[in-house]
């Protein structure tokens, strides 16, 4: 197949990227390096062997996606392309509603233009909210509580009423959990603009010494150790699932909505562990209040995943904090700019 992905240099698309490859497809990469650099495209060529088509425009872009999607023919697109951090979000909701929801819209509507109507979502388990109904399936109740949660939540609802008005629309929203991990090579991993959002690359940062020590946000909470339960997935496992997610959409049309998750819940405290264990350094931790917003533990029900894809994730925690660290130990800084 011959797939659009928008967001593509980023980090779940860049591996995502490797992954449909790997699979057989054509990839075309749609990217404005708002969250990402252009050093991803020279890496990936060297990791596939295979020089990718790359238009570098903003998703909300009308002319650009109308040019790529008149001087290309696709089979489908997975969208990537929308920033992802809670705390930026609350701080810039019009700069989330812009990108996360008009850009989704301009996308659908140039696809529509151009009679291409299978696309891959890139949702989130943020949609849940902080429920504790675990594991977590895909029709719990919804509770989003901030303005990421509910670009996703929109986009997932823009998406069924799409297919709901001509059925000619196949649509998978997957919602992710945690993705940590980086491409075995150590050519590719996540590399967060400013200061990372997220556990894991603030912990890699910490360790190859870019940081003074990792803030736990809360130790108190109903859990084995008192930190915060999440399900952690390899980017690679993830990557893999929207390669069966997108082959699914040309057997079986329809509209779905599909966690990407390995099941399992790890704290902070373990993730910690893990990571001194196998990055043979010592990781400096403090204490601090809880963040709003943060619940004490989530993870997935992947069992739908695995019944329609075909899909479960195969690698565990050791995996992820080895390649995770191989990535930055070898780019403490991340991508070259």
């Avoid at 008192?226 to 057997?251: F, K, P």
Wanted: charged share 20%; proline share 7%.
């Amino acid at each position: 197949m011959r797939i659009l992905l928008t967001g593509g240099t980023g980090y779940i698309g860049s591996h995502t990227a490797i992954a449909l490859i790997d699979a057989g497809h054509e990839v075309t990469l749609f990217d404005n390096f708002s969250n990402s650099k252009p050093a991803v495209l020279d890496r990936l060529r060297e990791i596939t062997g295979v020089t990718m088509d790359f238009y570098e425009a903003d998703v909300t872009d009308a002319a650009a996606l109308d040019r790529v999607l008149n001087e290309r023919a696709f089979d489908g697109a997975i969208h990537f392309a929308a920033p992802k951090a809670v705390g930026e979000s609350i701080a810039r909701p019009l700069h989330y509603y812009k990108n996360g929801v008009a850009g989704t819209v301009a996308l659908l509507q140039a696809m529509e233009r151009h009679d291409v109507r299978n696309v891959v979502y890139s949702s989130s388990a943020t949609v849940y909210g902080m429920s504790d109904d675990l594991p977590l399936q895909e029709d719990a109740p919804t509770e989003v509580i901030n303005p990421y949660g509910r670009t996703k939540l929109m986009c997932e609802e823009i998406l069924a009423d799409l297919h709901q008005s001509d059925p000619r629309w196949n649509v998978i929203a997957l919602r992710y959990f945690n993705p940590v991990g980086a491409h075995p090579s150590g050519l590719i991993g996540e590399d967060p603009q400013g200061v990372p959002a997220n556990l894991m690359p603030f912990l890699a940062q910490v360790a190859v010494g870019r940081r003074p020590s990792l803030h736990i946000f809360g130790d108190d909470y109903p859990t084995p150790d008192g930190t915060g339960v999440r399900d952690y997935i390899h980017v690679l496992d993830l990557a893999e699932g929207h390669v069966a997610a997108v082959e699914h959409l040309q057997q079986s049309p329809g509209f779905d909505v599909i966690n990407l998750g390995t099941g399992n819940g790890v704290s902070v405290l373990e993730l910690v562990a893990a990571f001194e264990q196998v990055a043979g350094v010592p990781i400096p931790t403090e204490v601090v209040g809880r963040r709003p917003g943060d619940g004490p533990a989530s993870w997935a029900d992947a069992s739908k995943a695995a019944r329609i894809l075909g899909w479960t994730a195969t690698r565990d925690l050791d995996e992820m904090v080895a390649d995770v660290w191989r990535w930055q130990s070898h780019n403490p800084d991340g991508y070259p700019d």
